[in-house]
């Protein structure tokens, strides 16, 4: 079964690019990739969600390898408001269901 | 916009009172789910039910029930609440696709439980 680890936290300045990777080594075929950011007292929302190669939306950029253990999402130019835990997601099958594996999440603090 | 409301922000109980926490979503979705999260610990799933009238375990369902009786309200419910159920509780629903492994998940703003 697939078991996401990211780095528990990061540091960052502004204006700066911020890559946060997470490692799912037994993802299946058939299991997407998602991100998730939550700020205090929020709950989590969607980032960006990708399979394989490079996804690009208004907010971040995620790249996937081809033999997707792994991922990495990437925020470009960050500001003081980027400040958030980012949480990867991997859906996967476990017998007839479908199971959920969280990260333990990356707590971004970004620095005038 | 994806709406996903819950019952109350704060919330306080005493030990062995029994606890409900409702979540209510206006997209139609047909899954809904409780998680709680604790520092250090991540988002850790109580239950889910991807249908009215349908539940599942997730990966620390003990000391928790739920119940879904119409397909827009998920309720958790602490039949007796203890001092290590204190913890940020969110919900979350989603409308899952049928042929990948996804799931676009829209969470409410959580309610944090302190049990004295």
């Known amino acids: 079964l697939a078991k996401t680890t990211q780095p528990i936290s990061m540091d960052s300045y502004e204006g700066q690019e911020v890559n946060i990777t997470c490692s799912h080594n037994?993802?299946?075929?058939?299991?997407?990739i998602t991100w998730y950011q939550q700020f205090p007292s929020q709950g989590p929302r969607f980032i960006i969600q990708?399979?394989?190669?490079?996804v690009t939306n208004e907010v971040a950029s995620l790249f996937i390898p081809a033999d997707r253990k792994s991922s990495t999402l990437s925020l470009p130019r960050v500001s003081l408001s980027d400040t958030a835990v980012y949480y990867c997601?991997?859906?996967?099958?476990?017998?007839?269901?479908?199971?959920?594996?969280w990260g333990l999440g990356t707590s971004l603090a970004v620095n005038p | 916009d994806v709406k996903v409301t819950q019952s109350s922000r704060y919330l306080v109980k005493r030990t062995g009172e029994k606890v409900f926490l409702e979540c209510v979503q206006d997209?139609?979705?047909?899954?809904m789910f409780w998680y709680r999260q604790d520092p250090g610990l991540g988002l850790r799933l109580i239950y889910f039910?991807?249908?009215?009238?349908?539940?599942e375990k997730g990966d620390i369902p003990e000391g928790y029930s739920v119940s879904r009786e119409k397909k827009e309200r998920f309720s958790l419910i602490l039949e007796s609440a203890s001092t290590n159920q204190t913890s940020m509780y969110l919900c979350?629903?989603?409308?899952?696709?049928?042929?990948?492994?996804?799931?676009?998940?829209?969470f409410g703003p959580g309610t944090r439980l302190t049990v004295l």
């Open positions: 979350a629903s989603s409308s899952p696709l049928r042929l990948v492994n996804t799931d676009t998940q829209y």
């Open positions: 997209m139609d979705h047909e899954n």
């Open positions: 039910s991807y249908d009215v009238k349908m539940k």
């Open positions: 037994n993802i299946a075929t058939n299991d997407y």
């Open positions: 990708g399979y394989k190669t490079k």
């Open positions: 997601l991997v859906v996967t099958n476990a017998g007839n269901n479908r199971k959920l594996i």
